[in-house]
């Protein structure tokens, strides 16, 4: 590892110095996927000349592993020639992603490639990117249950596969799915003459091309599988999901979920023009302006019933009270939605985390706001004069944001749940709805409190 | 699938009806994470009842796969002859882990198993859960480079293993890592009499027992790896990390970047208690309460230069001005975190983050301040009179919010990146700091520049 970086440094100087001559013998000491790295972080311009200073055979691994922007710099310079001769020696499913990104392009490339390994790439370029069929490859290798397994192995050992290969599915005459069986299991079994019919473990776990990503991946981690088979509408085997590919999909999953609570896309980790960025944050934005501008209106309203003096002495609270709330729901959705995620849905897990919230809430609610309270009292006492007794306006402030941070925990765990029964990401829509409305609810609980604590002033 | 999902349904309603005889039959339908799902969704006093009712060739797979919660129910009823039995059929890795949980009971248990089990997992349970050495198993196969390729084949042909196993490892005489090669590789190898010295990959890649297990995930990751070496400090093989343990761990991870934003811990998916809970977010809500005080000494030393009805009318705008500030330093934050995290700590990367997110700041900030200053404006106009001009509050806020959301988008990105040069996981420290901070600018901002726009009009 520490040698890897070593050079890694090396080549970053070369590229600084414009010493190309000096590359390539570096390059040669690198894994493809550090190459790769080498060059996503290297300046726009230098993509194209560092991916010129490979060599011919390592190209098509280098080109599989670095990142959208990088790929399409280098992928524009070239001829659709010089493109076809490298998504030839890819994996069909790295080529397809190649080719998907191609756009226009890709019909003349796919033609000026061998019939064999375009038919391939075309067949996986029909799937919806996020979904198995999308992230599959056609490299398998699938026997009939007649063959013993020691012809099995012999088979095996005349192909010529694209990526590594640890399970061997058994299909019938139709192509349809009947069993698999590990590799080394199979190499146990191979002096009894047993046929895979016999061999193969029946109990099959696959997915349908439409399957979404995130339903494989999560497939793929329940049962510690390494490759996931994937069937037609036919039930038909045409791929399969790797490994590496499913461990690519669980890393895009996290940032999306991350990035959808906090209102944006993942999108933007690409290199996106501010503008995009612009684009994918302003709803959350435009939502929470919207709120504020209800906000406003609802503090206007309740100034009408309150004095001036006593508006100044209570604005001073909102910060708190508005952030207090607003940290309280985050907290406590992103708990549930995190659950959800992972596949708690089942309603007695989830009701027990509602209560949980609910009791965890009006805790911390019950210790920040007698801390905020005593306090609120300490600072008006310290003034002297005021419009509101202190020991008053310390008992408002501290059950106004007692009622807003139990409310805040109970609403934040409760409109993910809500959402996910309704079939609505609870991830997408939580993150803005949950802060809009808690911080719409903390300034009615504390004005309401207000109104109602200090009428009672007023009476006493 | 679909058939799995109905087996446990009927499940369920089992146990619910307390028809405990009929639960055995569904359960051998199931696959054992399957009926691990079912346990842990059931009620608490039923685990136990539920994992009597296996048959005992399953109960370690079951247990495996068990949740914290359900695991400690269960193994409580147990005696350690049981656990025993149990334990020594498992993988040592999941056995360390039941061990490990066990605490105090594991040195009896160890010492009721085969003598060889139970040092192969003493072995694993010195190394901390959290690192190479406590993800591993030393269930692995490896072979001196003089062996032949069809003697490994042999060879692995007689061997009884716990785990799946894909690439053999060619180790020296001291017990070194010297190379790897792929089992489906060697089996197209088997016939030409050459040694594993001549045809194993002399490149590997390890890691050492004490490397964070996040790392572990990163190089399996960019690798395309399913399985990892893992050597001690003599650079000797001791165990591999399996494709099923990476995926769990980059589950783990994430839930605990999404917690982290969120001021809480991904220890409270377990079944922690409120009151852990509490302790687990008090923190971040302290940092806030703390915030919030310093918001208030400031608004009110603000006061202090304007007049009351002055504070009354741009006292409405407070919660906008704090919330688009709140949520766009969020954004700005959430971006840098995720993509430090997935390893773009390279310094022209982030500088381009950076830029990147000052031009999207200061744009939003422009579109979302004159909305606000327009509806600002109209709103006062609209009361008739007010002690300031329609016209320059609209202003006022509109600069007052466009600067605010620039100064946050900034700020929000900058933030995580000190922290990560300062080796502070930017995750856990950043949600907070960048709230927090962008609360008390925010209003500073607002204040601050309605003093010298009012000044302004005062002059006028």
Known sequence: MSDSNRIKEQVAFCIKGELWDQIPKLFEELHPADIAETINHAPANTHNILFELLNDDIKPDVLAELDDQAEADILEELTDEEISDIVEEMAPDDAADVLGELEERSEGILGLMETEESEEVRELLQYDEETAGGIMTSDFVAVQASMTASEAIDYIAELDLDEPLYNLYVIDLEGRLTGWIQLWELLKKTNHGMTLEELADKETISVRTDADQEEVAKIASKYDLSSLPVLDAND?????????????????????????????????????????????????????????????????????????????????????????????????????????????????????????????????????????????????????????????????????????????????????????????????????????????????????????????????
Chains 1, 2 share one sequence.
């Not at 045409?238 to 669980?250: E, N």
């Open 236 to 460: 038909r085997l045409i791929g399969r999901v790797t490994a590496d590919d499913i461990m690519d999909v669980m890393e895009e999953e996290a940032s999306e979920d991350i990035f959808k609570l906090a209102g944006s896309s993942d999108s933007e980790l690409e290199d996106t023009s501010p503008l995009q960025a612009c684009k994918a944050r302003l709803p959350w934005l435009l939502i929470t302006l919207g709120t504020g501008f209800i906000s406003s209106l609802i503090l206007k309203s309740f100034m009408n019933h309150l004095s001036i003096a006593e508006i100044v002495a209570l604005s001073f609270f909102v910060p708190i009270i508005m952030a207090m709330g607003g940290n309280t729901g985050i907290q406590s959705s992103t708990l549930i939605i995190r659950g959800i995620a992972l596949g708690a849905s089942h309603s007695r897990r989830i009701m027990k985390i509602i209560t949980h919230e609910i009791i965890a809430g009006a805790t911390m609610g019950l210790i920040c706001g007698t801390t905020v309270g005593l306090w609120a009292g300490f600072v008006i006492a310290k003034e002297g004069s005021s419009v509101i007794a202190p020991s008053y306006l310390a008992l408002t402030v501290g059950i106004a944001l007692f009622s807003a941070m139990a409310f805040a925990a109970v609403f934040g765990a409760l409109v993910p749940v809500l959402l996910n029964r309704a079939k609505i990401d609870p991830a997408v829509a939580s993150g803005p709805f949950v802060t809009a409305s808690n911080d719409i609810f903390a300034l009615l609980i504390y004005y309401g409190i207000t109104l109602l604590m200090i009428g009672a002033t007023h009476l006493a």
